[in-house]
């Protein structure tokens, strides 16, 4: 089993609906979850870090189950810039970052 | 906003070179990393940077890398004997510190060509 396992899609979303991204991961000691973005041959850009309590960012909405081991994002009011390719990160119990391999989304006008 | 620098944006290199990939990391974090994305593929971690040693490192992280920071501030991933395998974007990433929940930064990237 992968460590962070994501749906590569492309969601191919029409703007302004409501898509929803989730992420599971296996090692169950890790600490803290994130969301990037990432276009196309950029670095990845930290989104959201995601709490225990959820957390919400405007039009972003970050969850964690810690108890199924995954986390969720949801991005309402879609818009064209929000194409992208969306990394879920989990650290370990070192603090490195382990990468999911992203689901990219395609805002279509 | 702080950024993480690296230099330079496109390296291209002939199949057996050296080449060395420079990151200049926001000033006061503690923690650089190094990670390489091959095309298409997902982030991959090679190697952590704590207190002037590595503290943790990949399986690809092999003999043929290797890290330093030499002054203070610039932070350096050197590739002996670069194999065509090598190619990939390397991005370098900075972290205020160990058990916060900011994440990294990450510079945009310097993409290697081995030829």
């Known amino acids: 089993r992968k460590e962070v396992e994501q749906d590569p899609g492309p969601f191919n979303v029409p703007e302004g609906a409501t898509v929803a991204f989730n992420c599971t991961y296996s090692n169950s000691a890790s600490q803290s979850f994130f969301w990037y973005r990432q276009d196309c041959r950029k670095e990845p850009k930290l989104l959201m870090s995601v709490y225990s309590s959820g957390n919400e960012d405007g039009r972003f909405t970050a969850q964690l189950n810690r108890a199924s081991q995954y986390i969720s994002l949801l991005i309402r009011d879609s818009k064209l810039s929000d194409s992208a390719t969306y990394l879920c990160a989990v650290t370990d119990s070192n603090y490195q970052l382990i990468w999911g391999a992203g689901t990219k989304l395609i805002i279509k006008p | 906003e702080p950024e993480v620098t690296q230099t330079p944006s496109h390296q291209v290199t002939q199949m057996g070179q050296e080449v060395i990939l420079r990151c200049v990391p926001i000033?006061?974090?503690?923690?650089f990393y190094w990670y390489r994305q091959i095309l298409g593929q997902k982030v991959e971690f090679l190697v952590s940077f704590y207190n002037n040693e590595i503290s943790e490192k990949s399986e690809i992280f092999d003999d043929q890398f290797s890290v330093e920071r030499p002054d203070g501030s610039n932070f350096t991933l050197k590739i002996r004997s670069t194999k065509l395998e090598d190619s990939a974007m390397y991005f370098c990433?900075?972290?205020?510190?160990?058990?916060?929940?900011?994440?990294?930064?990450f510079g945009s990237g310097t993409r290697l060509t081995v030829v």
């Open positions: 000033s006061n974090h503690l923690y």
């Open positions: 990433a900075s972290d205020p510190g160990a058990e916060t929940n900011y994440g990294y930064t």
